[in-house]
């Protein structure tokens, strides 16, 4: 009898087609997968996919069924543990929440360690990055970052202030003066920007 662990294997491999990018989406080994398919294959007596060079994957049509259908039936019992939970009055489904490194570490995963414990049926997922900008908008949920918002695409809600106190030394002061305007600051000299921690 399929599971639905055996759909999701199926339906992401569809979607990566690579023994490396399953592994990555599912937390497994690469080998754990190549052993996961050939016991599904042999429980159900029929060839799921083809091995395309040292990872790649391409579905035979009986795959390509399996993974349509196994589409449909996880995301029907996705909607399904929705409903139950809903008619009880609690959270479910996946948060993928993405900050800054030092930020996130410091304040937010604390935060959604102590929301973790409140919805223990919300799977979180927290990525922390320094490279804000270069992550595609369909891979999260919240995007938690101190820069200014680019894409006006995006509904963005301010959490709080973020002050900046900036400072020189006595000598830096005589040298090139107070003139009241941070822009200027750069021409007289070097600046190092530190994050409290």
Known sequence: MISSDDLQLITVLAQEKSLVGVSRILNVSASAISQRLGALENKLDLKIAERVGRSGIILSAEGN?????????????????????????????ELHVIASMGFGRLYIAPMLAR???????????????????????????????????????????????????????????????????????????????????
């Open 65 to 93: 069924y399996l993974a349509s259908r196994g589409k449909d039936i996880l995301n029907d019992i996705s909607l399904l543990n929705d409903d139950v939970f809903k008619r009880k009055g609690q959270l479910t489904g």
């Open 115 to 197: 929301f973790e414990e409140i919805y223990p049926e919300v799977k979180i997922k927290l990525t922390l990055s320094d490279q804000l900008g270069r992550i595609p908008n369909e891979n999260w949920d919240i995007l938690i970052r101190v820069e200014p918002l680019r894409d006006s695409t995006l509904r963005m809600k301010k959490l709080a202030p973020n002050k900046r106190i900036l400072c020189a030394s006595p000598n830096y002061i005589t040298r090139f003066g107070v003139n009241g305007n941070a822009k200027l600051v750069h021409r007289g000299g070097n600046v190092l920007l530190l994050r409290a921690e």
